[in-house]
C-alpha cells in the first residue's frame, strides 16, 4: 500500500485560511468513508482534528473542517492562528481492512 | 481522560528483537483496537499493525508481517508489539494508537513514542 499523497508544505497569514490536499485512490480513499486527519508538532504525537471525512472530535475548534471528492480528501483551517502550524497527516482506512497514513503537509504560519 | 503510556528507548543490534509496551488507563480496553504506527527520522507516519483484544484478532500491513507479533493482556490493559530480525532502516519512533471502539476507523489517542534505534 503505497502512502496517500500530501503537499510537502502550505502557508499562510493569520486569519487566512488554508486548505490541503490527500490524495489516494479507490482501495483507500475512493472506496472509504473513513478518513481522519491528524496534526502533529515537532516532537510530540499525532493528534486528530478530523475523522470519518468531516468529524470534529470534542475539542477540536471549528476551524478544522474535512470534505471528500472522489479519491482525493481535503483538510480546510480557517482563520488561521501560530498555534496551527505543525505538520499534518490524512489517513485511510483501506479495502484490505489496514490503515494508510499520507507523506505530510507542513502549515506554516 | 485516555491514557497511553510507552516502554522506554531502546537500543539494538541488527537482527536482534526487540519488544514494545503500551500501557492504558481509562475507556475500555477490551472493546477498543491497539494500533502501532511508526515513524522514521524526518518522515511520515507508517502503519504497523493491530489488535483488537476482546476478540484476539490481528491484522499486520504485509511490510511487517512475517517479523511482527502484537499482542494484548485484557488483565493489565497493556498491548505489546514484538519485532524482530531488526535491520538499520527500523529505526524510528513506535507509537501506540487507540481507536476508541473496534467499529471505529480513527485514532483518537496516541503514546508518547518509543524510540527504537538499530545499527550494527
Known amino acids: 500500500q503505497s502512502a496517500l499523497t500530501q503537499p510537502a508544505s502550505v502557508s499562510g497569514s493569520p486569519g487566512q485560511s488554508i486548505t490541503m490536499s490527500c490524495t489516494g485512490s479507490?482501495?483507500?480513499?475512493?472506496?472509504?468513508?473513513?478518513v481522519s486527519w491528524y496534526q502533529q508538532h515537532p516532537g510530540r504525537p499525532p493528534k486528530v482534528v478530523i475523522y470519518d471525512v468531516d468529524k470534529r472530535p470534542s475539542g477540536i475548534s471549528g476551524r478544522f473542517s474535512g470534505s471528500k471528492s472522489g479519491s482525493t480528501a481535503s483538510l480546510t483551517i480557517s482563520g488561521l492562528q501560530t498555534e496551527d502550524e505543525a505538520e499534518y497527516f490524512c489517513?485511510?482506512?483501506?479495502?484490505?481492512?489496514?490503515?494508510?497514513f499520507g507523506s505530510g503537509t507542513q502549515v506554516y504560519v | 481522560q485516555v491514557q497511553l503510556v510507552q516502554s522506554g528507548t531502546e537500543v539494538k543490534r541488527t537482527g536482534s528483537s526487540v519488544n514494545v509496551a503500551c500501557k492504558t488507563s481509562g475507556g475500555t480496553f477490551g472493546n477498543s483496537a491497539i494500533n502501532w504506527v511508526r515513524q522514521a527520522p524526518g518522515q511520515g507516519l507508517e502503519w504497523v499493525g493491530g489488535?483488537?483484544?476482546?476478540?484476539?484478532?490481528?491484522k499486520y500491513s504485509q511490510r511487517f508481517q512475517d517479523r511482527v507479533t502484537i499482542t494484548a493482556d485484557e488483565s493489565t490493559t497493556t498491548a505489546y508489539m514484538d519485532l524482530n530480525s531488526l535491520r538499520s532502516d527500523d529505526t524510528a519512533i513506535y507509537f501506540c494508537a487507540r481507536i476508541p471502539h473496534w467499529g471505529y476507523r480513527w485514532f483518537d489517542a496516541w503514546g508518547q513514542g518509543t524510540l527504537i534505534s538499530v545499527s550494527s
Open positions: 489488535i483488537i483484544p476482546i476478540f484476539r484478532t490481528t
Open positions: 489517513s485511510s482506512h483501506t479495502s484490505d481492512n489496514t490503515y494508510v
Open positions: 479507490r482501495g483507500d480513499i475512493g472506496g472509504s468513508s473513513y
